[in-house]
T-cell receptor
Framework: DAKTTQPPSMDCAEGRAANLPCNHSTISGNEYVYWYRQIHSQGPQYIIHGLKNNETNEMASLIITEDRKSSTLILPHATLRDTAVYYCIVRGMEYGNKLVFGAGTILRVKS | GAGVSQSPSNKVTEKGKDVELRCDPISGHTALYWYRQSLGQGLEFLIYFQGNSAPDKSGLPSDRFSAERTGGSVSTLTIQRTQQEDSAVYLC??????????????FGEGSRLTVL
């Protein structure tokens, strides 16, 4: 597994963009980057994933650096309901199909 | 159902008792996962089922833990002779195509186990 490093916590003002960084300097060529979030007392929720191209969906954008050693999850207009723990995970097919969750980043969106 | 359903939502038991936790995955999902989350901790992988393949049991913490999936659908996680350190939220997830690259994992709300 490529390990990931995320800041333990971040604050963001409501309505502003939240940019959550993730370092994965040992990522290999066939490993994907996944983002999940977990709102208090709920199960984790998938946000987005990517291999090397930037990705966007209705929830967020994922920006992966050209060398793939880091990525940023962008919530374009954070709301109070986006307060959660955000997990960045990398995984390759050859290691099986389980996702290994780290400690994540606690994002606090404040009004 | 509309999502992954887990029962019971809360279970309080005495040390040494056996418990069973149930997971109903989303209909048609071929893969099913169990994780646990202790208070203030991250998610710990326990076991993974994919179709008729042998399950990946590499995360089960001891032989007191076992799981089965009947008919490729409902799964039961059994903890025998529970210990206080087993207290945690047990989360089940399912996936449509059985690989993490083709789809996302859908998680249930979890079963909170408290061992007194």
């Amino acid at each position: 597994d490529a390990k990931t490093t995320q800041p333990p916590s971040m604050d963001c003002a409501e309505g502003r963009a939240a940019n959550l960084p993730c370092n994965h300097s040992t990522i290999s060529g066939n490993e994907y980057v996944y983002w999940y979030r977990q709102i208090h007392s709920q199960g984790p929720q998938y946000i987005i994933h990517g291999l090397k191209n930037n990705e966007t969906n209705e929830m967020a954008s994922l920006i992966i650096t050209e060398d793939r050693k880091s990525s940023t999850l962008i919530l374009p207009h954070a709301t109070l309901r986006d307060t959660a723990v955000y997990y960045c995970i990398v995984r390759g097919m050859e290691y099986g199909n389980k996702l290994v969750f780290g400690a994540g980043t606690i994002l606090r969106v404040k009004s | 159902g509309a999502g992954v359903s887990q029962s019971p939502s809360n279970k309080v038991t005495e040390k040494g008792k056996d418990v069973e936790l149930r997971c109903d995955p989303i209909s048609g999902h071929t893969a099913l996962y169990w994780y646990r989350q202790s208070l203030g901790q991250g998610l710990e992988f326990l076991i993974y089922f994919q179709g008729n393949s042998a399950p990946d049991k590499s995360g089960l913490p001891s032989d007191r833990f076992s799981a089965e999936r009947t008919g490729g659908s409902v799964s039961t996680l059994t903890i025998q002779r529970t210990q206080q350190e087993d207290s945690a939220v047990y989360l089940c997830a399912s996936s449509f195509l059985g690989t993490i690259f083709d789809g996302e994992l859908f998680f249930g709300e979890g079963s909170r186990l408290t061992v007194l």
